[in-house]
């Protein structure tokens, strides 16, 4: 995902898209984002899961 969305940058960086395809690459992105931030969120959520327990065994 990362690499994609890199590569979605440096394409819209380019002056040689079209409008069209800029928005599409543009559309892409946000949705590509959006599943990054998820995929973080639900790493914190197991990452907390596993401090806790550990905290729970250290006590």
């Known amino acids: 995902m990362i690499n994609r969305l890199d590569d979605i940058s440096n394409s819209l960086d380019n002056d040689d898209l079209d409008l069209e395809a800029a928005i599409a690459l543009y559309e892409e992105g946000v949705m590509l984002s959006e599943e990054c931030i998820k995929s973080l969120k639900s790493a ?9 327990k550990l905290d729970v065994l250290q006590a």
């Not at 914190?44 to 806790?52: Q, V």
């Open 44 to 52: 914190e959520l197991k990452i907390s899961a596993l401090k806790e």
